[in-house]
């Protein structure tokens, strides 16, 4: 009877390391998408909670010659930083710089993104409820070596905000209408009581039209400082503080917890923030244009629209030489 046996790890065959593949040329990235991890994050209360995310990472392979890449020493070396400590910009610089490590010989580069949800508990607009908000958010980051060793990063955040937008257009030409349908309910008066008009904009049959309005969506990406060897850079905003950054530009984020007054007050905020997507944009733009910590952006303001089957969309950056581009 014959028995198979398990080789040993060092017997077995290392296809990448001693192949050598029948066409030759660097390449700028391989690695993986898609990759399934936990990250470690720290509450505004300090207490740590873990988050399912996804992620991709890369290494350039320099070496014409080699087969490829070694993909399993990414996937632990990924696997073992972010089971350790909360995620922070540091951290990806340490898994950034152990991908470059572990491919001595191979690797001048790596590259990392992280995708998951941030969640957050906000409160109503004017009733005491709260609840929790989910919002899509990223954290990228880049690292390269030059001949002489030098390290030069890159970090980008990005989030995806959902708010509400009522057209100015739409609003012009329903005030119009109601305007239409008072002079044709009250032709040949020339006089009208406070009481009256009160009681009149009080009914459903006198404003006979009303503006459109649509969930629409601020897709942000935004460069931040290279926190450098040390730590963390004093100077990086967080998700939550982006996430704030945007809504209060805008005014109009769309809502969880709703009773009746917190319905009226998200009416007035919308009434009083009438904007196209265009106005959305350079609100974004001035909000972030003021942000020292925030060294490059990309703003996507996309309206999807209720009047039409299609998107109203504006996009701007920073304008830095080399950087974003619309």
């Keep these: ?6 080789p040993t790890a060092g017997a077995m065959p290392d296809v990448a390391r001693h192949a050598k593949s029948p066409f030759t040329g660097t ?9 399934e991890v936990p990250v470690l ?15 991709d990472a890369f290494v350039s392979l320099d070496d014409p010659q080699a087969k490829g890449i070694h993909m399993s020493r990414l996937y632990l070396t990924l696997n073992n930083a972010l089971e350790a400590e909360p995620l922070t910009l540091a951290v990806v610089r340490r898994i950034l710089g152990g991908f470059v490590e572990s491919h001595a010989g191979l690797s001048h580069s790596a590259s990392l993104t992280l995708s998951f949800d941030h969640l957050l508990r906000r409160p109503a607009l004017k ?7 989910v919002y899509p958010v990223t954290l990228s980051g880049d690292l390269s070596f030059d001949a002489k060793g030098q390290a030069r ?10 708010y509400s937008s009522t057209c100015p257009c739409s609003a012009a030409l329903s005030r119009q209408l109601v305007q239409a349908e008072f002079m044709a309910q009250h032709a040949g008066r020339d006089v009208l009581s ?24 601020a897709v ?14 004093a100077s990086a905003p967080d998700f939550t503080e982006l996430i704030d950054l945007v809504e209060n530009a805008l005014r109009t984020p769309v809502q969880a917890a709703v009773k009746r007054e917190d319905e009226q007050e998200f009416a007035r905020l919308n009434g009083s923030n009438l904007m196209f997507c265009e106005d959305a944009g350079r609100r974004l733009k001035d909000a972030l244009d003021r942000d020292p910590r925030i060294t490059d952006f990309r703003v996507e303001a996309v309206h999807v629209e209720s009047l039409h089957p299609h998107n109203a969309v504006s996009i701007v950056t920073k304008g830095v030489p080399g950087g974003f581009t619309a």
């Design 194 to 217: 406070v009481e009256a008009m009160h009681a009149w904009l009080g009914l459903e049959s006198s404003i006979v039209a009303t503006p459109h309005a649509q969930r629409s969506y």
């Design 27 to 35: 390449l700028d990235r391989v690695g993986m998408t898609a990759i």
């Design 127 to 133: 009733s005491a409820n709260s609840a929790w908000r």
């Design 153 to 162: 990063a890159h970090f980008r955040l990005g989030v995806t905000v959902a």
């Design 41 to 55: 994050l720290r509450g505004s209360d300090g207490v740590l909670s873990r988050t399912p995310a996804k992620a």
């Design 1 to 6: 009877m014959t028995f198979l046996t398990t």
């Design 220 to 233: 942000l990406e935004v460069e931040v400082a290279d926190s450098g060897e040390s730590g963390e850079s």
